[in-house]
């Protein structure tokens, strides 16, 4: 079974979420950090949340500050984010192999509903796995083992693709084989990617 983060390894929509941040918090005359990027990077969005209105000790509620953030990454996905180089490439190689293939991911699933019709790539998965809707975020082995479980493989059956390194390091820790994608925006995680990864690509090309 192939699993496919979406933001970061399929599409390339973590500039949105640089910009979504940046305005967010130039609205409130913070800066940029790195603390706060990774601080609120590839997780689902609860998440993001509580740890902004505590870091930046906010008296906007959670739901008032995802609220704002929809509304700042409203139509990207639909409209503007495209897919990352060689993907439809990769996939149709997959396919033609006969691999099963699914996404898990902690988009925001109103967000990669729109971008899969977008950019064709519901036909490719049989199931979505959204960890929003599991309730955890994508740094612990048990919802890797969970994704597993619904669909229906034991984790070592399972090669994970995703540019998170967190991500990559809860897999690996589940039992699964692990590609890691490269990220312009992670630049800063590829030495250790290398590392926890059973593969690092900076794109699908060097996997056709």
């Known amino acids: 079974m192939l699993i496919f983060d979406l933001d970061g390894t399929l599409i390339d929509s973590n500039d949105v979420w640089v910009e979504v941040d940046k305005t967010f918090l130039a609205r409130r005359g913070a800066p940029y950090t790195r603390e706060y990027r990774d601080g609120v990077a590839h997780t689902i969005l609860t998440n993001c949340a509580k740890f902004t209105k505590e870091y930046l000790n906010l008296p906007e509620s959670c739901e008032e500050i995802i609220a704002e953030w929809m509304e700042l990454a409203a139509g990207k996905y639909a409209a503007e984010?495209?897919?990352?180089?060689?993907?439809?490439?990769y996939l149709d190689r997959c396919r033609e192999a006969g691999h099963r293939?699914?996404?898990?991911?902690?988009?925001?699933?109103?967000?990669?509903?729109?971008?899969?019709?977008?950019?064709?790539?519901?036909?490719?998965?049989?199931?979505?796995?959204?960890?929003?809707?599991?309730?955890?975020?994508?740094?612990?082995?048990?919802?890797?083992?969970?994704?597993?479980?619904?669909?229906?493989?034991?984790?070592?059956?399972?090669?994970?693709?995703?540019?998170?390194?967190?991500?990559?390091?809860?897999?690996k820790a589940a039992g699964m084989t692990v590609v890691g994608i490269?990220?312009?925006?992670?630049?800063?995680?590829?030495?250790?990617?290398?590392?926890?990864?059973?593969?690092?690509?900076?794109?699908?090309?060097?996997?056709?």
């Open 182 to 208: 490269y990220d312009p925006v992670f630049q800063d995680a590829v030495p250790d990617m290398r590392e926890v990864c059973d593969q690092f690509i900076r794109d699908f090309g060097e996997l056709l």
């Open 81 to 89: 984010v495209e897919l990352k180089p060689h993907v439809l490439e």
């Open 101 to 171: 293939m699914a996404v898990f991911t902690a988009c925001v699933p109103e967000h990669c509903e729109a971008a899969m019709d977008h950019l064709g790539l519901r036909p490719y998965f049989e199931q979505v796995i959204f960890a929003q809707k599991l309730g955890m975020d994508k740094s612990s082995p048990a919802i890797f083992r969970r994704a597993a479980e619904l669909l229906g493989v034991r984790p070592g059956e399972c090669v994970l693709f995703d540019d998170s390194l967190r991500s990559c390091k809860a897999a």
